[in-house]
């Protein structure tokens, strides 16, 4: 008789600790963060506050080339969305701004605009763009890691609230990926078919490449095999002999 009581509180205790456990994984941000987020914080010390953010009311900063500013709502800013596999954020669009060619790797995106005449786009798999005129109330969705983008087309600046797939959402932006990477320029000037000359002004806009941070200045034309870094023989060995060793 104790025995089964014992064993029914134990599977009791065992449950309770499970489904708090299982409740929440607010992220501590003070441990490494692995292939699904942040590492949980410990429950015990888990407060309210780890599942409230304040601050959305107030444009984001849109001092920048593009005058528009971005304030996300990530699990970094807001712990408690941590593995929850959702988030939000505000843009702000100034009149003239754009937000540039950019996309989320595996994220869908959903945007509400609240104020302003705003154009929003996405380009399918197929090149096709899906694009149009937004006043404020309405929604625009963009499907998972399509490019997509915004123009402020209105006279005044507009604010849209927006919501991704995911607790956590990575960002790639076209010119950043293309002129702020050390990409060499002569790959670039290929690949887009751009002028090497006009890849070389991006580049400068942009701040990119490991030279210019050396340097100061842009890479000269034909100094763009100093970006490519050199692999000894020796490592190019050991690469090697862990291949075999994995596929042995
Ligand atoms: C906005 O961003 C710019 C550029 O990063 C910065 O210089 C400025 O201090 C920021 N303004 C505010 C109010 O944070
Ligand atoms: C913006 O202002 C210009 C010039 O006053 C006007 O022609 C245009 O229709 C306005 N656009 C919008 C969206 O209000």
Redesign the pocket.
Do not use: M
């Given at each position: 008789m104790i025995a089964l009581i014992s064993f029914i509180l134990f599977l009791f205790c065992s449950f309770s600790f499970q489904a708090s456990a299982l409740d929440f994984c607010v992220a501590d941000k003070a441990l490494p963060v692995g292939p699904n987020g942040f590492s949980c914080k410990d429950p015990k010390k888990v407060t309210v506050d780890d599942f409230v953010f304040s601050g959305l009311d107030t444009p984001a900063n849109t001092t920048n080339l593009f005058k528009f500013g971005f304030k996300p709502v990530f699990d970094t800013q807001l712990p408690g969305l941590n593995s929850l596999g959702f988030s939000i954020a505000r843009v702000d669009v100034e009149k003239g701004s754009v937000v540039p060619i950019h996309s989320h790797p595996g994220v869908s995106e959903i945007t509400l605009l609240l104020e302003g005449?705003v154009s929003f786009g996405f380009i399918s798999s197929d090149n096709t763009v899906y694009q149009k005129s937004f006043v404020k109330g309405e929604v625009f969705v963009v499907p998972p890691g399509l490019l997509h983008f915004a123009i402020n087309?209105?006279?005044?600046s507009g604010s849209a609230v927006q919501g991704f797939s995911s607790s956590s959402p990575p960002v790639q932006v076209l010119d950043l990926a293309l002129f702020q990477s050390n990409l060499a320029s002569s790959v670039i000037a290929s690949s887009t078919l751009l002028n090497i000359d006009e890849v070389k002004r991006l580049k400068g806009v942009f701040k990119g490449t490991e030279y210019m941070a050396k340097h100061g200045h842009d890479a000269p034309d034909d100094a763009d095999v100093v970006l490519i870094p050199t692999v000894s023989n020796n490592c190019l060995d050991m690469f090697l002999k862990d291949q075999l060793a994995y596929h042995s």
């Open positions: 005449q087309e209105g006279n005044s």
